[in-house]
């Protein structure tokens, strides 16, 4: 599966888990361990695309309990300035893998 697809302007990221890049899935670390690994790996991603967290348009969030919300926002925060993109959070019925949490964005290129 492809993680990112780009365009002349944009890049989309495909959703990411928390999965360490050793291949350790994180699904019964608490939230904010779960939010961090999962933003480190779009983080990863976009740079592979020449990309950063600074040229994030537009993320999409997926909590699969919506109770997490506060605790995976305090996390999710910390790896944007002042100003951070645009965002929707749509709590889900289940996860691939049983995580909790499923991240994905779109970037300049």
């Known amino acids: ?35 961090q690994q999962t933003l480190e790996n779009v983080e990863a991603v976009l740079a592979a695309a020449d990309a950063g967290m600074d040229d994030v348009l537009k993320m999409t969030v997926s909590p699969e309990d919506i109770n997490d919300f506060d605790a995976m926002n305090d996390t999710y925060e910390t790896f944007f300035d002042a100003d951070p993109p645009a965002r929707s959070a749509v709590g889900v019925d289940g996860l691939p893998k049983g995580v909790g949490v499923e991240i994905e964005a779109v970037a300049t290129a």
């Not at 990112?4 to 959703?15: N, Q, R, Y």
């Not at 050793?22 to 608490?30: C, E, Q, R, S």
């Open 1 to 35: 599966m492809r993680r990112t697809v780009s365009t002349d302007d944009l890049v989309f990221t495909a959703g990411q888990i928390p999965l360490t890049p050793d291949g350790d899935l994180l699904d019964d670390a608490d939230i904010d361990v779960q939010t």
